[in-house]
Structures are given as structure tokens and as C-alpha cells.
């Protein structure tokens, strides 16, 4: 079945300690989303790729980064975590962005805990 | 600009009675309207979307929802809830000049025996 992926699912780290989620899809879909979702909140977008086009949003924090080495893969780099860090960060791709039909497609999560 | 109003923070039905959710929201343009759910621990899973095609949209797990433009509505029912429903419910539009979504704040639907 053709799914977005994320790993690990858990991910603990440290204070300060650089930290890197992963993400892939097998949809063949050329826009890539990561969001930040707190406890009881809605997801808030961080970042996405249009292919290889990297589109930051606004607010998010420098501490930020993200790389999209070809289609498939994407991943989110916090290069020093800190406590307000902590959450559940979402991958997603969509086929295409402008249009208002295009849905989102959700992988499962990560959880990072940062102690 | 878009926005969504998610009515509800909880909301709470034994199982077998109905379900409501509501959702208002505002647009622009056309816009395309969502329901995902996510359950604890989980990523968002899609339960329907409305598109300019019919306004009563069925989902999975026979939830439906109905847009009404002139109420700038969206709410999600189900007949009869299931244990397995409660869950987080978010409400999204999208429309068609913004690449990105825009979530309610989302609905815990609490199911009890």
C-alpha cells in the first residue's frame, strides 16, 4: 500500500543534542509537509518542499532545518532541541499544492521527548 | 483569508446515540473542506473531504458531513457512535489561492458505555 512513513516513532534526546527525524512516502507525491504538533493543539506547519523548492513558514524558529535528498525522502533537523521542543512532529506530501482539492496525506508521527 | 471555528472542545455521547461536530469556517474563495481524525498517539488520518462535487460527503466509518455554504458550515455526524470513534476530529479548509491548511483546534469526541 502506498503510505507515508515516519521513523522511529519514539525518539528521545538530550538537552542541546542535534536530532534527526525521518520521513518517506511511496505516493510519488512531489509536496512535503512537516508540522509540529504540541499536547492539545492543532498541527502547526513548520516547513514543505514543492520537489526540490524549500518553503519555510514565517515563525518557525531557526533551530529548523529540513532536507529533501530526492522524492522520496525528507527529513527534519533540530540542531539544538530544547524542552519547548518537545512534541509530536508530522510528515505529510500531497501531489501537488495550489489547488484547493489537493489533500494532505498524514504519516503516523514521532514523538520526541527531550530531556 | 480562511479560518475554521471547531464549536466544541469536547464533546461527549454514550455509544449508540449520535454524533455532532461542528465546524464553521470562513473563505475567500471556493474552498475545500476536511475532517481528519486522530487518535492518541497517532498521525491524522483522513475521514472526508468536500470538494464542489455533491454537499453531503460520506466518509469512512460511516461518518458523513454536509456543506452548507449559506451557513459557511461543515459538520461531521455519525449515526451511532462506537467506542473505537473517540478520537481528536479536526476541521480544515483549504482554498484554492493558499498552499497551505488551515486546522480547527480540534474536537475530543468521548465515547462512554
Known amino acids: 500500500d502506498a503510505m507515508v512513513i515516519q521513523n522511529p516513532r519514539y525518539q528521545v534526546t538530550q538537552f542541546g543534542k542535534p536530532v534527526t527525524l525521518s520521513c518517506s512516502q511511496t505516493?510519488?507525491?512531489?509536496?512535503m509537509y512537516w508540522y509540529q504538533q504540541k499536547s492539545s493543539q492543532a498541527p502547526k506547519l513548520l516547513f514543505h518542499?514543492?520537489?526540490?523548492?524549500?518553503?519555510n513558514e514565517a515563525d518557525t524558529p531557526d533551530n529548523f532545518q529540513s532536507r529533501r535528498p530526492n522524492t522520496s525522502f525528507c527529513f527534519l533537523d533540530i540542531r539544538s532541541p530544547g524542552l519547548g521542543d518537545a512534541a509530536m512532529y508530522l510528515c505529510?506530501?500531497?501531489?501537488?499544492?495550489?489547488?484547493?482539492?489537493?489533500?494532505?496525506?498524514f504519516g503516523p508521527g514521532t514523538r520526541l521527548l527531550v530531556l | 483569508a480562511q479560518s475554521v471555528t471547531q464549536l466544541d472542545s469536547h464533546v461527549s455521547v454514550s455509544e449508540g446515540t449520535p454524533v455532532l461536530l461542528r465546524c464553521n469556517y470562513s473563505?475567500?474563495?471556493?474552498?475545500?473542506l476536511f475532517w481528519y481524525v486522530q487518535h492518541p498517539n497517532k498521525g491524522l488520518q483522513l475521514l472526508l473531504k468536500?470538494?464542489?462535487?455533491?454537499?453531503l460527503v460520506k466518509g469512512i466509518n460511516g461518518f458523513e458531513a454536509e456543506f452548507k455554504k449559506s451557513e459557511t458550515s461543515f459538520h461531521l455526524t455519525k449515526p451511532s457512535a462506537h467506542m473505537s470513534d473517540a478520537a481528536e476530529y479536526f476541521c480544515?479548509?483549504?482554498?484554492?489561492?493558499?498552499?497551505?491548511?488551515?486546522f480547527g483546534k480540534g474536537t475530543m469526541l468521548l465515547v462512554s458505555p
Open positions: 505529510a506530501t500531497s501531489r501537488d499544492r495550489e489547488g484547493a482539492r489537493e489533500t494532505q496525506y
Open positions: 505516493l510519488n507525491h512531489n509536496v
Open positions: 518542499y514543492y520537489d526540490k523548492d524549500f518553503n
Open positions: 473563505s475567500s474563495y471556493s474552498p475545500s
Open positions: 468536500y470538494t464542489s462535487a455533491a454537499t
Open positions: 480544515v479548509v483549504k482554498d484554492s489561492g493558499y498552499s497551505t491548511l488551515t
